[in-house]
């Protein structure tokens, strides 16, 4: 029921686990009113393959390491969302 209900109100979420096989997604919303008010959202997806029991505690952790993606093929990525959409 959740998944089904999350892609008919944010597409670009959907776009982006479509996109990069994701297993499962992480919407973060950060904000403040101190310093000038602002609102940002990091979209995560998490990996195929990573063990249920891992999951749930998967996006808070570097323990992990980072990918570090060329700005080329990053660039490439933003191209082919933008074509799900």
Request: with cysteine.
């Amino acid at each position: 029921m959740i998944r089904r209900a999350i892609p008919a109100r944010c597409p670009w979420l959907e776009a982006v686990r479509k996109e990069v096989g994701a297993e499962r997604m992480y919407l973060y919303t950060f904000g403040s009113n101190q310093g000038g008010a602002h609102v940002h959202w990091h979209v995560v997806p998490l990996p195929p393959g990573v063990p249920y029991e891992d999951q749930q505690g998967a996006w808070a952790s570097w323990s992990r390491g980072v990918l570090k993606i060329p700005q080329q093929e990053m660039a490439s990525l933003a191209v082919r969302i933008g074509r799900r959409l």
